[in-house]
Each structure stands twice: as structure tokens, then as C-alpha cells.
């Protein structure tokens, strides 16, 4: 089966400009996650869908992030406006049930 | 305060030998635990999922141990590869979500 889809793979702008992250997970996966991992540290969860309901979005930033996920399938993630702090990797994972999750490659956000 | 804790230093062996990794947490009442394994430039993979109620798992040459009253897991890999070598997260299931360890880099060396 295809794995988690994510693109772009790399993105640098600048702080204040706005940059979108998008998800595909793999089909049929009603649990989308999106995470951000620093440099040294572990993913933190951003927001949880089931389907295209939002189930966690308690760590979002939300003055600045949003995401959406449209018909309960792709998702996007929106960063406005960006700031150094957030240069990090944004991982997205998908679930079927169960606890395992499959993650994306991620895309690597360089805020200069 | 909630904290999970993985070793920050990287855990260096010799070709056919047993890593052990350590997980520690405080604060935290998982429902179960997790071990992941994430090569540099990719996204984490899952390995092991093991219950709170569970002692020990295993798969293959992996290991998993979780002791609830210590709030301790480790993760062991048997008769160790160069091929091993990469960063290994814990992540606690805990508070509806997977909440992850800094994780630990392997190095395996021939």
C-alpha cells in the first residue's frame, strides 16, 4: 500500500511570509495527525482529525496556525506568519485504529 | 511536571552485541507505550506496542519491557547490525494522544 504523502519536502522563507504544508494520508485512514519536530527533539502533536472533525487541537498555535482537512482525506497545514521559531520538521501521520501510526517524510520549514 | 526521558547521548556498540535503550517518565499514567525508529531525513517507524497490564513484548530481535511501577520501559535489539543504527523514540499513550521522548541515536559499529 502507498505510504503518507507530504509535500513540499522543503521550504525556506522568511519570517512574517505565510507557507502551506500539504497531507495525503494513506486510504482509508480516518485519523490524521500533524506534528512538529524541533532539531533534538521528539514530535509534538499540532492537531488530531477523526474523519474531517477536529479531535485535539490543545497544542496548536492558533494565532498563527491553522489546518483544515477537507472531506476527510487530504489535510493542509497553514503557517501565517511565520516565525523563527518555527523552523522544524511538520510530520504527518495517519491511523486506521488501533494505536499504530504511519508517518509521512515530513517537510523540513526554514524560517530565515 | 510531565517529563519523558531518553538518554541525550548517543549509545555506541560493536556489531553482535545487545543495545539497550532506556525510556523514563514521570506524571504520566500511559495506557500503553510505544517504540518508534526514525532515520535522519525520514519520518518515524513504529517497532513495538506493549500495554500497560503487559510485561514484556517481542518481535523478532526486539525486546520491550514496561515496568509501571518503576515508569521505566527498555528497549532492547539482540545480536546487533550496522543497519540498526538510527534514532529510537518512546512515546507514552497518554491523555487521548502519543506523547514522544527526545529519542535516542544508535550507533552500531562493525
Known amino acids: 500500500e502507498a505510504g503518507v504523502a507530504q509535500s513540499p519536502r522543503y521550504k525556506i522563507i522568511e519570517k512574517r511570509q505565510s507557507v502551506a504544508f500539504w497531507c495525503n494520508p494513506i486510504?482509508?485512514?480516518?485519523?490524521l495527525y500533524w506534528y512538529q519536530q524541533i532539531l533534538g527533539q521528539g514530535p509534538k502533536l499540532l492537531i488530531q482529525?477523526?474523519?474531517?472533525?477536529?479531535?485535539?487541537d490543545s497544542q496548536l498555535p492558533k494565532d498563527r496556525f491553522s489546518a483544515e482537512r477537507l472531506k476527510g482525506v487530504d489535510s493542509t497545514l497553514k503557517i501565517q506568519p511565520a516565525k523563527l521559531e518555527d523552523s522544524a520538521v511538520y510530520l504527518c501521520?495517519?491511523?486506521?485504529?488501533?494505536?499504530?501510526?504511519?508517518f509521512g517524510p515530513g517537510t523540513r520549514l526554514t524560517v530565515t | 511536571s510531565q517529563k519523558i526521558e531518553q538518554n541525550s547521548e548517543a549509545l555506541n556498540i560493536q556489531e553482535g552485541k545487545t543495545a539497550t535503550l532506556t525510556c523514563n517518565y514521570t506524571?504520566?499514567?500511559?495506557?500503553?507505550l510505544q517504540w518508534y525508529r526514525q532515520d535522519p531525513g525520514r519520518g518515524p517507524v513504529f517497532l513495538l506496542l506493549?500495554?500497560?497490564?503487559?510485561k514484556e513484548k517481542r518481535k523478532e530481535r526486539l525486546k520491550v519491557t514496561f515496568d509501571t511501577t518503576l515508569k521505566q520501559s527498555l528497549f532492547h535489539i539482540t545480536a546487533s547490525q550496522p543497519a540498526d543504527s538510527a534514532t529510537y523514540l518512546c512515546?507514552?499513550?497518554?491523555?487521548?494522544?502519543?506523547?514522544f521522548g527526545a529519542g535516542t541515536r544508535l550507533a552500531v559499529h562493525p
Open positions: 501521520a495517519s491511523e486506521i485504529q488501533g494505536f499504530e501510526q504511519y
Open positions: 486510504s482509508g485512514h480516518a485519523t
Open positions: 482529525f477523526q474523519n474531517n472533525g477536529v479531535v485535539d
Open positions: 506524571n504520566y499514567s500511559p495506557a500503553y
Open positions: 506493549i500495554r500497560e497490564n503487559e
Open positions: 512515546a507514552l499513550g497518554a491523555l487521548g494522544k502519543l506523547i
